[in-house]
Antibody, heavy 118, light 111 residues
Framework: QVQLVQSGAEVQKPGASVKVSCKASGYTFTGYYIHWVRQAPGQGLEWMGWINPNSGGTVYARKFRGRVTMTRDTSISTASMYLDRLRSDDTAVYFCATQTGRGALNFWGQGTLVIVSS | QSVLTQPPSVSGAPGQRVTISCTGS?????????VHWYQQLPGTAPKLLIYGNNNRPSGVPDRFSGSKSGTSASLAITGLQPEDEADYYCQAYDRSLDGALFGGGTKLTVL
């Protein structure tokens, strides 16, 4: 069965960087795009971007361009999301999710809580 | 403007039917991009409920249905059950943003 297992919670200081990883299993890792979506406390879902695990190509939401980097390591079926220059309003749960052929996000990781606090 | 607008909340009694609207624009829903719907229970990851406007993934009850017309889409839930109480989000691609877009979410309360 498809599983996306994310790395554990992080506490970072303002200005620091964070890495969230997403290990995939149960399917061909290079076959489906992986998206990153975040959710601030009590707020809605916010799309951050996607990575094509086959080519490594990425598309980032305008809001995050220049601060986010998405990578993948096909040898370990893992996608990673790096967010730089963290601010307090980056405090959120970060999700990875796979994309179906029609653009829907069909399998989701469990989420990783990132807290940005001095 | 590239936004998907949902009502903040809807409610209904058990057994009733409710609908949740998702209003977009000519750069997303109106540009003929697919609309998808997600259900999020408290403290959990979102779950795909409807994809491609009106298709249910395996395991989703047929009480859930989706539709799309013009620049809007709707999610209908019939035979409301207490376990349907959750947040619901619509999502579509937006060509102006060159990326995915989520609606603000709708909290469904089962009275």
């Amino acid at each position: 069965q498809v599983q996306l297992v994310q790395s554990g919670a992080e506490v970072q200081k303002p200005g620091a960087s964070v890495k969230v990883s997403c290990k995939a299993s149960g399917y061909t890792f290079t076959g489906y795009y992986i998206h990153w979506v975040r959710q601030a406390p009590g707020q809605g879902l916010e799309w951050m971007g996607w990575i094509n695990p086959n080519s490594g190509g990425t598309v980032y939401a305008r809001k995050f361009r220049g601060r986010v980097t998405m990578t993948r390591d096909t040898s370990i079926s893992t996608a990673s999301m790096y967010l730089d220059r963290l601010r307090s309003d980056d405090t959120a749960v970060y999700f990875c999710a796979t994309q179906t052929g029609r653009g829907a996000l069909n399998f989701w990781g469990q989420g990783t809580l990132v807290i940005v606090s001095s | 403007q590239s936004v998907l607008t949902q009502p903040p909340s809807v409610s209904g009694a058990p057994g009733q039917r409710v609908t949740i609207s998702c209003t977009g624009s000519s750069s997303n829903i109106g540009a003929n991009y697919d609309v998808h719907w997600y259900q999020q229970l408290p403290g959990t990851a979102p779950k795909l409920l409807i994809y491609g406007n009106n298709n249910r993934p395996s395991g989703v009850p047929d009480r859930f249905s989706g539709s799309k017309s013009g620049t809007s889409a709707s999610l209908a839930i019939t035979g409301l059950q207490p376990e349907d109480e959750a947040d619901y989000y619509c999502q579509a691609y937006d060509r102006s943003l060159d990326g995915a877009l989520f609606g603000g979410g709708t909290k469904l309360t089962v009275l």
